[in-house]
């Protein structure tokens, strides 16, 4: 079956200390891979995006993600959050052959504090 | 570039009633928009993806009925859910994109509240 796991429903952390929200997906074809962040009341925006070549992809607002094959993982991290960074995270999969459709993870909810 | 809206952002209606969403590509070409349901502290979930000039494929267990999709030109979609009922309330969002192999830009979304 494909499917898309966020494990963490909420992530707290201190501004400017590092975050890693996970994202694990199964799947037995390939696939392609994004993370979005929703602030509240408003869209999808897309952070960054894996497609093919080098696994460690890096995208705006200073967050990167390296795609393990191996581990079926897609994690996203940044070295230093802000208070701006709270939002809802996405992680979401195109499974091929699914006619480039999103599946998305459950969010995960990144709340940073002073 | 790539901006999509979507209107209204927010709209409260009676049980009952109709309601028209609108999705617009402002600035490129959309061969295929898609609509997304949103429940509170949820994941987005696709509805329905729309093709310009043809009929919307809906996903399993969305009443096409219920929500009727019209893709009538390649910058606009419009999502009208019908006879309104509270459960339907929900965020609404659209997407959009160029072609196949393109990423999809998303709307900032509609809030449906249904009294």
């Known amino acids: 079956a494909q499917s898309v796991t966020q494990l963490d429903s909420q992530v707290p952390v201190f501004e400017e200390a590092p975050v890693e929200l996970r994202c694990n997906y199964s799947?037995?074809?390939?696939?392609?891979l994004f993370w979005y962040v929703q602030y509240p009341n408003q869209g999808l925006q897309l952070l960054l995006k894996?497609?093919?070549?080098?696994?460690l992809v890096k995208g705006i607002n200073g967050f990167e993600a390296e795609f393990n094959k191996s581990q079926t993982s897609f994690h996203l991290r940044k070295p230093s959050v802000h208070i701006s960074d709270t939002a809802e995270y996405f992680c979401?999969?195109?499974?091929?052959?699914?006619?480039?459709?999103?599946?998305f993870g459950t969010g995960t909810r990144l709340q940073v504090t002073l | 570039g790539a901006v999509v809206s979507q209107h209204p952002s927010r709209v409260i209606c009676k049980s009952g009633t109709s309601v028209k969403i609108e999705c617009r590509s402002l600035?490129?070409?959309?061969?295929?928009m898609f609509w997304y349901r949103q429940f509170p502290k949820q994941s987005l979930m696709l509805m329905a993806t729309?093709?310009?000039?043809?009929?919307?494929?809906?996903e399993q267990g969305v009443e096409k009925d219920k929500f009727l999709i019209n893709h009538a030109s390649l910058t606009l979609s419009t999502l009208t859910v019908t006879s309104a009922h509270p459960e339907d309330s929900s965020f609404y969002i659209c997407?959009?994109?160029?072609?196949?192999?393109?990423?999809?830009?998303f709307g900032p979304g509609t809030r449906l509240t249904v009294l």
């Open positions: 997407s959009a994109r160029r072609g196949v192999e393109d990423e999809q830009f």
């Open positions: 799947s037995s074809v390939s696939v392609y």
């Open positions: 894996y497609l093919s070549g080098s696994t």
């Open positions: 979401a999969v195109i499974f091929t052959g699914t006619a480039s459709k999103l599946t």
């Open positions: 600035d490129f070409q959309a061969t295929t």
């Open positions: 729309s093709n310009e000039g043809s009929k919307a494929t809906y």
